[in-house]
């Protein structure tokens, strides 16, 4: 099914257990949207099997699939632009904005980085290579060619690629040491926003670069070793140097969805790998700055 205005459409894959005479009768039961707009999908062409679009009496045949577009939530727009750095045959490199999720997900679907880069470029086929929080500026890759996602993801699992990150902390207290390796042990439970730092072998290494103070904020240069949820957000606070604009560490405040005034002081800045189809050793370098430096 194509996509519309840079979304995919959603799949459903129909059950093998159960079975119903069609498959509006499986979508009426299974989405969580008036029966009236089941039959508008149906009516407009707007459910499709492998084949085609799908008439409203199409039986239901278990194990296969269907798509259909979802009905968009209502979005505030972040007001920051997307750049391309680099594109080519296999990549597009982007500069994401502040507070732009990377992907499709929950209440945020149309205003993330993988839409507005496919509406930038008009390459349907983009994929991340990995991903960056929503609330992370800077860097993230996006793979051309579908046959070539695999390699380059493969990269990111791997932990073969240098990420280096600027951010701005509070440092109302002591000043941390030059070259500061942080190692801990963090756990990310399901549902709760804050990830934390417990007793145990270390699953987390970070190491900081003090690189300038300015009174009570400094700059630092980070270097993620590991990939732990808010690794980098849990570790400057654990320095005592927390994160200018951080709504999580080291203490939860709630935002409004529209309050952009404050964007969370941490750049993604640059990126280096030997890229997996030429062997090119790759390097990019973000086009944007830390306003609170």
């Not at 257990?17 to 062409?45: K, N």
């Amino acid at each position: 099914m194509p996509q519309r205005d840079g979304v995919d459409a959603v799949r459903v894959r129909l059950p093998v257990s159960d079975a119903w005479a069609t498959v509006r009768d499986h979508l009426v039961e299974r989405l969580p949207v008036p029966v009236a707009r089941v039959d508008e999908l149906f009516a407009s062409g707007g459910v499709w099997s492998e084949s085609g679009p799908l008439a409203v009496d199409a039986p239901f045949v278990r194990g296969g699939s269907v798509w259909f577009y979802r009905e968009l939530p209502v979005e505030v727009a972040v007001p920051f632009p997307l750049s391309v750095v680099f594109q080519d045959e296999d990549l597009v490199v982007v500069d994401k904005p502040h507070f732009l999720a990377t992907i499709p997900r929950g209440s945020h679907v149309a205003e993330t980085a993988l839409v507005r880069a496919r509406r930038v470029t008009g390459i349907e086929s983009l994929a991340p290579a990995h991903r960056l929080d929503r609330l992370t500026a800077g860097l993230l890759v996006f793979v051309v060619r579908p046959e070539a996602r695999g390699l380059y993801q493969g990269l990111f699992a791997r932990r073969e690629v240098v990420k280096e990150y600027s951010a701005v902390g509070r440092v109302s207290g002591g000043w941390p040491g030059v070259g500061t390796v942080v190692r801990s042990r963090i756990v990310k439970e399901r549902g709760v926003r804050a990830a934390r730092e417990v007793a145990g072998v270390a699953n987390a290494v970070t190491r900081v670069v003090s690189v300038e103070r300015r009174g009570e904020v400094g700059l630092f240069g980070l270097v993620p070793e590991t990939g732990r949820t808010h690794q980098l957000r849990v570790h400057m606070a654990g320095l005592g140097a927390p994160i200018v604009g951080d709504d999580l560490y080291p203490v939860v405040r709630e935002r409004a969805v529209d309050d952009f005034s404050v964007p969370l002081q941490l750049l993604a800045r640059v990126l280096e790998f030997r890229d997996p189809v030429s062997g090119v050793l790759r390097r990019f370098e973000s086009g944007l700055s830390l306003s609170g430096w």
